[in-house]
């Protein structure tokens, strides 16, 4: 039990391109979804915290109108990245609690490369 | 003081040694500090977790020593083989947050 999945694996994109990224906990509700990036080699590190019917809660230095999440039901959370650039390339991964729980299950990622 | 310090980054072990890979925090306020393996190109597993009212869980070959007044914990893999090669992430999570902040990672290397 406990699986997460996102979608897609992989993607492509021109610049200036928007990208949406699905993540769906597929055997257990999840109040709260969490969004990470991992650089090359490099640690992750926690975007934003997306909350089911409310609005996320982003970290300092992640713009909010880039980066734009939705968590509509207790199973999905998507994650668009708007007007794509290079740097933007990167591994995004999204996590999800079972409600009421602590432990954070991880989906197995999206790698974006923005051309 | 949200920082989560891992070392060695990198470490090479022969098989069937034992692999100890050490994080420390600064924050009293976490209580949950998992462990995470990663693969290349994958999402980070699960592999244990303890909470800080617990000095040392096992599960297997994976083992988690806590000590609370040093703020450290660390993870031990006993009789290390191959497939344990891969990428280990400390973490700690802030109370009633949710939300993991993880240590720098720790590049392991389990020689045939």
């Known amino acids: 039990g406990a699986v997460v999945s996102q979608h897609p694996s992989r993607v492509i994109c021109k610049s200036g391109t928007s990208v949406k990224i699905e993540c769906r906990s597929l055997?257990?509700?999840?109040?709260?979804m969490f969004w990470y990036r991992q650089f090359p080699k490099q640690s992750l590190m926690l975007m934003a915290t997306s909350n089911e019917g409310s609005k996320a809660t982003y970290e300092q230095g992640v713009e909010k109108d880039k980066f734009l999440i939705n968590h509509a039901s207790l199973t999905l959370s998507t994650l668009t990245v708007t007007s794509a650039h290079p740097e933007d390339s990167s591994f995004y991964i999204c996590s999800a609690s079972p409600t009421g729980k602590d432990t954070q299950y991880f989906g197995p990622g999206t790698r974006l490369t923005v051309l | 003081q949200q920082q989560v310090k891992q070392s060695p980054q990198s470490l090479i072990v022969q098989k069937g040694g034992i692999s100890i890979i050490n994080c420390a925090y600064e924050n009293t306020a976490f209580d949950y500090f998992p462990w995470y393996q990663q693969f290349p190109g994958k999402g980070p597993a699960l592999l244990i977790a303890i909470r800080p009212d617990v000095s040392e869980k096992k599960e297997g070959r994976f083992t988690i020593s806590f000590n609370k007044s040093a703020k450290q914990f660390s993870l031990h893999i006993m009789d290390s083989q191959p497939g344990d090669s891969a990428t280990y992430f400390c973490?700690?999570?802030?109370?009633?947050?949710?939300?993991?902040?993880f240590g720098q990672g720790t590049t392991l290397q389990v020689k045939p």
């Open positions: 973490a700690a999570s802030i109370l009633n947050t949710g939300k993991l902040i």
């Open positions: 055997d257990f509700q999840a109040t709260t």
